[in-house]
C-alpha cells in the first residue's frame, strides 16, 4: 500500500508543478524596444538576442530583396504559426507556446541599412533553454534562405 501512496504524491506534484508552470507563462513581458533595440536579454537567463553581446547573441537575420516586403513576408510566415501580440511597421512581438500551454517570446525588427532583422527569442519562466532559442532563430533562419 505504501508504494501506491508514495507513487500517487509524486504524480500530484508533478502535476502541480506543470499547471504551475503553465500559468505562470500567461503574462507576457513588457514588449517593445529600448531606445530604438531590442531589449537585451537578462544574465542567466533562456533567451538569445542579436543585439546583444556575449553568450545571448545569435546573428541577425538577413534578408534577400527590398527589405519592407521581405520583412512583410517573414511577418506572414510568423504570423501564421503564433500569436501576434504587438505590431508596426519595423517591430513583432509574438508569442510561441509549446504542447504543454507554455508560452515564451520571439520578437523580431526590421533594419533596413543593414538589410536585416535583429531578433530576441525568450523564456517567460524560470532561465529556460537558450540552446532551445538558438535552435528556433537558426531554424528561422534555414527556413528563410530555402525560400
Not at 527589405?67 to 510568423?78: H, Q, R, S
Not at 541599412?113 to 528556433?136: D, I, K, L, P, Y
Request: aromatic content about 4%.
Amino acid at each position: 500500500m505504501r508504494p501506491r501512496i508514495v507513487v500517487l504524491a509524486v504524480v500530484l506534484l508533478v502535476a502541480a508543478a506543470c499547471v504551475g508552470l503553465v500559468l505562470s507563462s500567461r503574462t507576457a513581458p513588457a514588449s517593445g524596444l529600448v531606445a530604438g533595440r531590442l531589449r537585451p536579454c537578462a544574465e542567466r537567463s533562456g533567451c538569445v538576442c542579436s543585439q546583444d553581446e556575449g553568450e545571448s547573441h545569435v546573428a541577425p537575420l538577413p534578408l534577400r530583396g527590398e527589405p519592407d516586403g521581405a520583412f512583410a513576408k517573414l511577418v506572414a510566415l510568423l504570423s501564421e504559426r503564433y500569436t501576434v501580440l504587438v505590431s508596426d511597421d519595423t517591430y513583432v512581438h509574438f508569442q510561441p507556446s509549446n504542447w504543454m500551454g507554455v508560452r515564451s517570446d520571439l520578437e523580431v525588427l526590421l533594419d533596413r541599412q543593414g538589410r536585416q532583422v535583429h531578433v530576441r527569442s525568450s523564456a517567460r519562466v524560470g532561465r529556460g533553454s537558450r540552446e532551445a532559442h538558438q535552435r528556433r532563430v537558426e531554424a528561422l533562419r534555414a527556413e528563410l534562405a530555402d525560400q
